[in-house]
């Protein structure tokens, strides 16, 4: 059985003249970051491993959630090619994953990772949003193999704001 979590960055600020890869997380994309961050611990693995683009939203993103989740920074790999919109470049990435490891968790991007989500897990999501947390489960033992699996959970930052949002009308 492998595990995969994949993470939409956060919201981006689109505020400074820089190229996108430099794009850093914006005030929302920052408290989002630690809304979800702080309520998925007891969706995580004991044991996993952690991979993030090298994009600046996605690292920003990935070091918040080691924060939240005491999960040593330097434990997490930085990979270039996760810099990537296209889920037919994210699927070979996660293939090359060890197979020591039956669980990763990746920061990434969208069209990448909605599409991902869509092709392999059983549960259709129109667009995983920024901050978003999709947790899928494949019954291989072997990420060559990578084939439909399903989906366990997702946590988007909507949940918690409509709750919010419910609890104030309740008042």
Not at 81 to 97: N, R
Request: hydrophobic content about 35%; some cysteine.
């Amino acid at each position: 059985m492998k595990n995969l979590i994949l993470i939409r960055h956060s919201k981006s600020s689109w505020e400074l003249p820089v190229n996108d890869i430099e794009r850093p997380l914006s005030k929302r994309g920052i408290q989002d970051a630690h809304l979800i961050s702080s309520n998925i611990q007891s969706l995580l693995p004991k044991s996993f491993i952690v991979w993030s683009s090298n994009a600046k939203r996605a690292k920003e993103s990935a070091i918040i959630y080691s924060q939240n989740l005491m999960i040593p920074f330097e434990n997490v790999i930085i990979k270039d090619e996760l810099y990537t919109f296209d889920e037919k470049k994210l699927e070979q990435i996660i293939k090359k994953c060890e197979n020591r490891y039956d669980n990763l968790i990746l920061f990434g991007h969208n069209e990448a990772i909605t599409n991902f989500v869509n092709k392999f897990g059983s549960l259709l999501i129109d667009n995983v949003p920024t901050s978003g947390f999709v947790s899928m489960q494949f019954d291989i033992d072997d990420w060559m193999n990578l084939k439909k699996g399903k989906t366990i959970e997702t946590v988007f930052p909507s949940h918690y704001k409509n709750e919010q949002h419910i609890t104030k009308q309740i008042h």
